[in-house]
């Protein structure tokens, strides 16, 4: 009968601790703002069935056939995200349409109002697709047949004080009412036709204009471009420039720029006026939703955004694990030492103690010891010997240089002995003397006299000499004080 092994212990992973998950959490949280800021640079949605009148656009209302067909045609096109006070003097067109999704988003405020108005008098042109009044079209002073606001949902005290403010500036303009033109009784001349000789209308007999809405008053200044029963599109004269205003948006969208003359309309009322020093065009994307604001944090873009949030999120770091502790506390290493440190440092421990015997002694012990260490031989070898072979294992020397310096090593290390075994030698034993004949019975006791002592000044030539012969005869050493003691 066998016996099954038995079965192994299930494993048991460690439960996750505070410090682990605290870091989870920074980089889930670093990974979400890196997410968000990517997600910047996306368009908003395009809700299918909706008239969005942007550029980005490919539904079918759209503007994106309308961008690239300017593109093809060579003409400076760009989307312009930013609010019309930044609008560049040397742009010639701006393209803007109404923001038909979400309702308020796409509004103009009065600041901004004056700001394109600004620009316009300096001499740019104005292409203002609108289906509704606005603060725009009020300031203009333009009405349209079965006007809906765009802000009819919005009853705060401001928002009505800013329509007051904006129906008594339009009526103290001088406008008057376009009275409607009489059916023509051939159907096809039921059509929208040309009303205004003009350069950008060659070729343009027809337009197809999906919606129903016209212009039903207009400033007294204003030329009536195209009409049927009622003007479609007009043209203001303001300082310097002009403003062309469109009572319908759907003309240059994706399905109907293709239809009748709407294309040749539309892009040769651009490429009339975006010419010489003004050849740029602007499509207004800030006003469908597409809104960068000119701050630093913009300025540096989504790199240097990704950049912040991953130098923050490594501070955090950072600071986080200086703060903790995630091992057992190391000790700092020791700073790197040389052996004359110590040589120096003991010598002048022992000229302090007034031992100048005891600090050759011990200097000269050291590097007797690494002497031999260096020639492979013992401590009791001749002096000539070991100095003759650690002197042959110091490379790049002369035959000369190799005798001067086991010459002058032989001597030191000779002399240093002498003094270190006259310093070690036993004092003379004291002696008694008998007292002289009549004196009292009383020994006298001559004391032996010291030797004299090491002095400083030879204490430190033999030392420097010691180390200088260290570092000619390569010797090294330790360089912990540890190695150094008896």
């Known amino acids: 009968m066998s016996l099954s092994p038995p079965p192994e212990p299930r494993r048991r992973f460690p439960k996750p601790g505070g410090d682990t998950l605290i870091l989870v959490a920074l980089l889930l949280l670093f990974a979400a703002l890196s997410f968000g800021i990517a997600r910047q640079s996306e368009p908003p949605a395009d809700p299918i069935g909706t008239e969005y009148r942007s550029s980005y656009s490919v539904q079918p209302g759209g503007w994106k056939a309308f961008y690239r067909l300017l593109e093809t045609r060579g003409v400076p096109v760009t ?27 796409g509004q103009w405020s009065e600041q901004e109002v004056g700001d394109a108005l600004g620009w316009v008098s300096g001499g740019g042109v104005l292409l203002v697709f609108t289906d509704a009044s606005d603060d725009l079209s009020d300031t203009l002073g333009l009405r349209m047949s079965e006007d809906t606001p765009l802000n009819f949902f919005r009853g705060d005290d401001k928002d009505n004080k800013r329509k007051k403010a904006a129906e008594s500036k339009k009526a103290a303009q001088a406008v008057r009412t376009l009275q409607a033109s009489p059916l023509p009784p051939d159907p096809a001349a039921a059509a929208l036709s040309v009303r205004q000789p003009a350069l950008f209308f060659e070729g343009v007999s027809r337009l197809d204009a999906p919606g129903e809405k016209r212009f039903t008053s207009a400033p007294q200044e204003s030329v009536i471009l195209i ?32 239809n009748e003359d709407n294309a040749r309309f539309v892009t040769q009322i651009i490429e009339s006026y975006a010419s010489g020093r003004r050849s740029r065009v602007l499509f207004d994307e800030y006003h469908q939703g597409y809104r960068e ?47 004359s440190e110590y040589v120096a440092s003991l010598a002048d421990l022992y000229r302090r103690a007034q031992a100048t015997d005891a600090a050759l002694s011990s200097v000269h012990r050291i590097f007797w010891r690494d002497l ?74 001559k004391k032996a006299k010291p030797k004299p002592g090491l002095g400083e000044t030879e204490l430190l030539r033999l030392v420097t000499a010691i180390e200088g012969l260290r570092k000619e005869l390569e010797l090294g050493g330790s360089d912990h004080a540890g190695a150094f003691r008896a």
């Open 227 to 258: 009409a049927d029963r009622l003007p479609l599109s007009v043209a203001i004269p303001y300082g310097k420039g002009l403003v062309v205003a469109v009572a319908d948006a759907g003309i240059p969208d994706n399905i109907h720029l293709a």
């Open 79 to 105: 989307r312009w995200q930013r609010r019309p006070k930044e609008w560049p003097a040397g742009v010639g067109v701006v393209v803007t349409g109404p923001y038909s999704v979400g309702g308020a988003a």
């Open 372 to 445: 031999c260490r260096a020639a492979g031989m013992p401590l009791d070898a001749p002096i000539s010997e070991v100095v003759l072979q650690a002197v042959a294992q110091v490379p790049a020397l002369g035959e000369a240089e190799r005798a001067a310096l086991a010459e002058r090593t032989v001597r030191i290390v000779a002399e240093c002995r002498a003094r270190v075994e006259a310093s070690e030698a036993p004092l003379e034993p004291e002696k008694e003397t008998e007292p002289p004949s009549g004196a009292k019975s009383r020994r006298r006791i």
């Open 293 to 339: 604001a000119n701050t630093f944090w913009t300025a540096i873009g989504r790199p240097g955004q990704l950049a912040f949030w991953q130098i923050t999120a490594l501070f955090l770091l950072m600071a986080y694990s200086a703060s903790r502790r995630f091992g057992l506390p190391l000790p700092l290493a020791a700073p790197p030492r040389v052996s």
